[in-house]
């Protein structure tokens, strides 16, 4: 197995294991287990491959991925109960898929056009759109209006790795410095609260002021 293949499996593994986590905290069953972790460790790779005109998409030319998470799926199922804190679990678990997802779609994008420009976006997408479609299913706050940095630190990676891709520098190394990259940016704003300044100005009016 390569290495970028190695980044893909933990990527998926780990963010179907956030959707189970956030079915926990729903209280759904077996089968809502499973359907949150297929379409939170699966979304941001359809995606991907939709927007880069890859079809079939990569599950379906490679149905393992879908028993990986039906099987974290299960995996959580029965031992959820045995985490004090699930929502500070899914949060870092999701930080750390989000490390090697935003690689592992930078290299498909940057495979599949040759161009930095959209490996950066690609890779951006395919770590953050699994998170904020299981939020969206979760009815819960998204993790896009959280303060703390998190499609910041997607992108990051994915350019870390690209830069040091183009530079020259090793497939393993590129991975490495641009998970890390990832994975410290967002480690970071979940431990220390890091964000960016944000609007401060007089919101718009609401729709039902508008005439």
């Not at 972790?37 to 979304?43: I, K, N, R, S, W």
């Not at 995606?47 to 974290?72: E, K, S």
């Not at 899914?90 to 490390?99: E, K």
Request: proline content about 4%.
């Amino acid at each position: 197995m390569s290495f970028l293949s190695y980044l893909d499996y933990v990527g998926i593994a780990l963010f179907a294991a956030t959707g189970a986590l956030a079915a926990s905290r729903k209280q759904l069953d077996m089968i809502g287990f499973l359907f949150f972790a297929v379409v939170t460790g699966l979304g941001g790779g359809t995606v991907r491959d939709i927007v880069l005109g890859r079809v079939p998409v990569y599950w379906v030319l490679n149905p393992d991925y879908i028993l990986i998470c039906c099987a974290i799926g299960v995996v959580v199922f029965f031992t959820a109960h045995m985490v004090e804190s699930r929502y500070r679990l899914l949060i870092w678990l999701d930080a750390i898929g989000l490390s090697a997802y935003c690689v592992m779609g930078a290299a498909k994008g940057l495979a599949a056009t040759g161009s930095p420009t959209i490996a950066i976006v690609t890779g951006t997408l395919t770590a953050s759109l699994g998170g904020v479609l299981r939020d969206l299913l979760a009815n819960e706050p998204s993790v896009l209006l959280r303060p703390e940095i998190y499609i910041t630190a997607a992108l990051v990676g994915a350019a870390v790795f690209t830069g040091a891709h183009e530079f020259g520098a090793p497939l393993y190394v590129a991975s490495a410095l641009g998970a890390i990259a990832a994975f410290l940016l967002r480690g970071g704003a979940l431990y220390f609260g890091w964000t960016f300044p944000t609007y401060k100005h007089k919101p718009g009016r609401h729709p039902d002021e508008v005439m």
